[in-house]
């Protein structure tokens, strides 16, 4: 049975009114511009007031909390400086109703700027203590930005409330709230926030999965408008592209092989072609909820179901000599490290980073064997904590897997020179 927004909203408030107001969070952020998100714990109109810490004119943005959107705001503020650090609160009125002293949001730097950046990517979390423990360990650790890519949360059905109901529980841990009120955050989803366990993009009801998304992950973009929710950004010397491994998987024939299903879609396909094109970043990830190999078991949800996908992008990347891809991936709850053998196609030798669980449950049957891996790790409670560097030539990236008492699980280091085409 699909409710009504208005429905779920109440149902919410009746379960838990002492978990009234969500975030406020934040979510894309650039040079110039930012997200911020919130859910209220009734309907009204709701002012951010934004202000430079060396001073200045505070922006002022009202919005309107509506049931039709389950309460929840999205804030885009324009006109930021680029490197810059600002204070922000949320008034109701003239009544502060968010004003921590930790809601601090800092712009990213411009993009040619020579800039070191830390992010913390990882995959699998819950509600549990240690989860939680891992929101608290990347605070810690003093990351810029946080990249979620999938079975976050878990939900395991595409119906509007259940779909609500777990990505508000989700939101309403005081870790996570705690760790993305002073750093922004992105989002992907994998198959359990998506619809199912191994579930493409024929599960019925998937159009809820996507509004709940839509409204809960402040991203600047989702998709090509109407479906999907693939999205990019740049930080200092790394661009991310989020892909969805999901929306359009098994849904049509394949752009790189017509008598083979799809995963990417004919449209997610041509915008990363072209953001791979433009893009001037040292390094490019590109991210999604599926590992990029064959997880070799009775499942299909991973590259190697679509390997003729991943030619086409190989070939493409080696034919426009891009440089500094990096593959990463989540989902099989195990973290590997694997550097292919592609200097043939791609021009140099790939590197793929697996970050996966951040809960306490781990699959060592999905760690096998490859003669590409580098590393591995089957530890629970992890995040990667990447450090890039463009102050130095070569630009640097570094990987760590991090674990919830800070412990460096392995490591692995690459610069410029290591992901640019031979001659």
Not at 180 to 186: A, E, H, I, N, Y
Not at 280 to 287: E, V
Request: proline content about 5%.
């Amino acid at each position: 049975m699909v409710f009504g927004a208005a429905t779920i909203t109440d149902r919410l408030s009746a379960q838990s009114p002492q978990a009234a107001v969500l975030g406020p969070i934040l979510g894309h952020s650039d040079e110039t511009s930012a997200m911020v998100w919130m859910r209220a714990a009734t309907a009204g109109a709701f002012t951010l007031e934004i202000t430079p810490e060396a001073g200045g004119k505070p922006i002022l943005l009202k919005q309107a909390a509506t049931e039709k959107d389950d309460l929840c705001i999205h804030w885009q503020v324009t006109g930021l400086q680029p490197a810059t650090k600002y204070r922000y609160r949320v008034l109701e009125g003239q009544k502060e109703l968010a004003a921590d002293v930790g809601q601090i949001l800092m712009t990213a730097p411009k993009p040619e700027a020579p800039a070191k950046v830390r992010f913390a990517i990882s995959s699998c979390a819950k509600e549990d203590a240690g989860s939680r423990a891992v929101w608290n360990r990347m605070a810690s650790e003093e990351v810029d930005a946080v990249v979620l890519i999938g079975d976050t949360p878990y939900i395991d059905s595409t119906e509007l409330e259940k779909q609500t109901k777990r990505h508000h529980e989700f939101a309403a841990v005081e870790e996570y709230q705690a760790l993305l009120k002073s750093r922004p955050c992105w989002w992907t989803w994998d198959d359990h926030d998506f619809a199912g366990n191994d579930s493409s993009g024929v599960a019925a009801g998937k159009e809820n999965s996507r509004l709940v998304f839509t409204r809960y992950r402040p991203q600047k973009s989702y998709g090509d408008g109407t479906g999907g929710i693939y999205t990019s950004f740049r930080r200092g010397p790394v661009e991310v592209f989020l892909l969805d491994t999901r929306w359009f998987s098994m849904t049509g024939p394949s752009f790189a092989a017509s008598h083979r299903p799809t995963m990417l879609g004919t449209k997610q396909w041509e915008w990363l072609q072209q953001g791979l094109l433009a893009s001037t970043a040292p390094f490019k990830l590109l991210a999604c909820g599926v590992i990029w190999d064959d997880k070799e078991n009775l499942e299909s949800d991973d590259w190697g179901t679509y390997k003729h996908e991943l030619t086409a992008i190989l070939k493409f990347i080696g034919e426009k000599k891009i440089h500094g891809v990096i593959l990463v991936g989540g989902d099989i709850h195990a973290s590997r490290v694997l550097r292919y053998k592609t200097t043939k196609t791609v021009g140099y030798d790939l590197p793929q980073f697996i970050a996966s669980p951040i809960h306490g449950s781990t699959i060592p049957s999905l760690n096998v064997y490859n003669p590409d891996l580098v590393r591995s790790a089957v530890e629970p409670h992890v995040f990667l904590r990447v450090d890039a560097d463009s102050t130095v030539t070569p630009a640097e990236f570094h990987a760590s897997l991090i674990n919830k008492d800070g412990e460096t699980v392995f490591s692995y280091h690459l610069t410029t020179d290591d992901l640019r085409p031979k001659a």
